[in-house]
């Protein structure tokens, strides 16, 4: 029901230009995440579109009305933070009925209201503790069931994941993607976890400086990413980007190994190439070979690292490989997965090669 | 007027502990200091509890320092004409209660207006309010008797309750802005998004998150008024005389009554004892109830 449009927003503090010129188009009902590292403008941004800071220049608008100048309280959004902001001398119950009491609900209502969301979370049994008492899981849960007690119009998600440890990390992860299907409102979700974007977004704009870099599906930020920034943040493990000089039917790594590709062009570039896109092989069929820096097991494949010069390649193999230090193995690819990219200003560089 | 509730270091007086013949002396050493500090501190209150239910001939005498016949003459003796406590017991009450209703809440909003938010001169300004009470009470004190004079304010107790509020609010904003300080802005901020205006966010969000803070100010400033005494000699005269000046009354021509001056001393003292031991049950519960991270 609600479409967000930001139109050429700026942020500045004193001298420092947080965001610049920034354009998004939020669809309804889409899950939209702000990705990129501390410093790069996402928060800011989600919080001039929570009217907790003010634009610069520019405009904010829920479908075609102009927020700039509505406050904070009149935006119907709801908001979860990094820190909960749980009000700590309340119990659960009545930090999830606050939004509601405001609203001027009756106490039947509330209560309705509380239990229905509660229950979405799973915190049925503490609604009479006080947030102190709560782990800090539920602590998490009490945010997000003080925030869908309503239906706001956004949604609004500020790292709400990061305090939490890997494991409870994972299975909010996929509480917070069922939620999202279940109430089906526009959310804007900030992290700097590129797994957190890739499996929670519709739609992912990767941040840097204050600027988008890339605004694509997950899939395609992925597979195609527009520069070597985007490159080198999507992924687990990220890309393998080395430095190389083309020539003529082979490529030249820094430490001299040479390796038998073809490169858009001639001259110095970075070479992109993902783990999983890598096979170990035999000697006889490989790109190139080199010594086995380190070999980990993961379980369910394994990763094998080696040294180009200070560059590290990671290979991810069959989780039945088995490897020593300073093994001598060799190193296949598809030359379709290669991706090249301009050393000085970080742009793809596109050949009828790669895709 | 404190009650202090700092522990001992527990580990020290573990038996097991103590292992060395310095471990030895040094526990024996702080016991003992801990033992002359308590004396200091209560000697003079226990003195002061004695000589309240003691005749006059007692009073002076040493044999019967801690060994008479106790009487309760005394505190119905304060009571009665020319002493007339009670009065000054309603004064004081009055000024002081007067004093805290009103700066607390002032002193909250210029708190969280100090800690909050961004105005020009901001720092100099809270200097300011600090600098205020840099002035020694004996320079001012007699603008104020012309100006309440003026006014035909003297011998008031609003009178006595403005000049109370002019020295209490400097130290309460100072000490409140420490505790909003300390309030995270993030559930504040929660709060706007849910839709609370700001207000709201004080009153139900940040008064409930910083009330140790509130209520120690409340405590400090109900005891620098109630102990007040300087203004209430000068400004007060008959209808607004206050305890402080209700207990120099009793240094008559006939020399000082002691004994009366120690049950009135009594009264002066209960109500903070009674205030001390109710807040800190409350000022505990509030601090444990602090902000969630």
Known sequence: MTQISLRGLHKVFGSTHVVRDLNLEIEDKEFLVLLGPSGCGKTTTMRMVAGLEQATYGEICFDTKRMNEVPTQQRDVAMVFQNYGLYPHMTVAENIAYPLKLRGFTESQREEGVLKAAERVDLGPYLQRLPKELSGGQRQRVALARSIVRKPKVFLMDEPLSNLDAKLRVAMRAEIKHLAYELQVTTIYVTHDQVEAMTLANRVAIMKDGVIMQLAPPEEIYTNPINLYVAGFIGSPAMNLIDVVAHEGYVEAVNGLRISVTAPRQGPMTMGLRAEDMQLTSESDAAFTAEVYAFELLGDSTMTTFKLGLQSVAVKGDKNIRLKFGDHVGVRFDASHLYWFDNESGERIRSTLSR | ?293
């Open chain 2, 1 to 293: 007027m404190k009650f202090a509730t700092h522990p001992l270091n527990a580990q020290a007086l573990i038996p097991g502990h103590i292992d060395t013949a310095s471990d030895h002396f040094r526990l024996w050493w702080s016991q003992m200091m801990v033992f002359v500090g308590i004396c200091i501190i209560l000697l003079p209150i226990s003195w002061l509890f004695l000589t309240a239910f003691k005749l006059p001939r007692d009073v002076y005498a040493l044999e019967t320092a801690f060994y008479f016949t106790p009487t309760l003459e005394n505190l119905q003796t304060i009571f009665e004409h020319p002493w007339n406590l009670g009065n000054k017991i309603l004064n004081s009450f009055a000024v002081a209660g007067g004093t805290v209703l009103l700066a607390i809440p002032m002193a909250t909003m210029a708190a969280y207006a100090f800690s909050r938010f961004d105005f020009r001169f901001k720092k100099t300004i809270f200097l300011l309010v600090i600098a205020s009470q840099f002035i020694p009470a004996a320079v001012i004190v007699l603008p104020y008797f012309l100006m309440f004079k003026q006014l035909g304010m003297l011998d008031t107790r609003s009178a006595l309750v403005l000049i109370n509020m002019s020295i209490v609010l400097p130290y309460a904003v100072w000490m409140m802005k420490g505790f909003i300080d300390a309030v995270p802005l993030e559930i504040e901020e929660s709060a706007m998004v849910d839709g609370a205006h700001r207000a709201r966010v004080i009153w139900e969000i940040v008064v409930p998150a910083a009330l140790p803070g509130i209520i120690t100010a409340a405590v400090f400033s109900f005891t620098l008024t109630w102990n007040e005494f300087l203004f209430a000699l000068i400004i007060g005269k008959q209808d607004a005389l206050t305890l402080p000046i209700g207990l120099i009354s009793f240094r008559t021509e006939r020399g000082d009554l002691w004994e009366l001056m120690a049950a009135g001393g009594i009264l002066i003292t209960a109500p903070m004892f009674f205030i001390s031991l109710l807040v800190q049950k409350q000022f505990i519960k509030s601090l444990t109830a602090g902000a969630v991270r």
